[in-house]
């Protein structure tokens, strides 16, 4: 079975840092790539970033590029997101997501093929 368990969410001040991780089970993590979305209240689901299988390619949406951190540990089989300078807009439900290939496929403006998900983890960013 597939599982895919986020951490590490909690109540930060604006300007300030936090990292999730998420530690898969059921698959062999080191074939796939994997992602980060996220889910404001009231809003759609928005990526956040993705990663190939090997950790060497990332990408970033346009709003946490050069804040957000994407990483990979294959011999643990965890996925992280340090995110720093967070921001009230920030404040999200942010779920853990496995792809069904080793690299990201693109449609429009958004990666597709996302298979799983986990049950996230809530960021609130907040004075």
């Known amino acids: 079975e597939v599982q895919l368990v986020e951490s590490g969410g909690g109540l930060v001040q604006p300007g300030g840092s936090l990292r999730l991780g998420c530690l898969v089970s059921g698959f062999t993590f080191s074939s796939y790539a994997m992602g980060w979305v996220r889910q404001a209240p009231g809003k759609g689901l928005e990526w956040v970033s993705v990663i190939n299988s090997g950790g060497g390619s990332t990408t970033y949406g346009v709003s946490m590029k050069g804040r957000f951190t994407i990483s990979r540990d294959n011999a643990k089989n965890t996925l992280y997101l340090q995110m720093n300078s967070l921001k009230p807009e920030d404040t999200a439900m942010y779920y853990c997501?496995?792809?069904?290939?080793?690299?990201?496929?693109?449609?429009?403006?958004?990666?597709?093929?996302?298979?799983?998900w986990g049950k996230g983890t809530l960021v609130t960013v907040s004075s």
């Open positions: 997501a496995k792809f069904n290939l080793s690299t990201v496929l693109w449609g429009k403006l958004e990666p597709v093929g996302m298979d799983y």
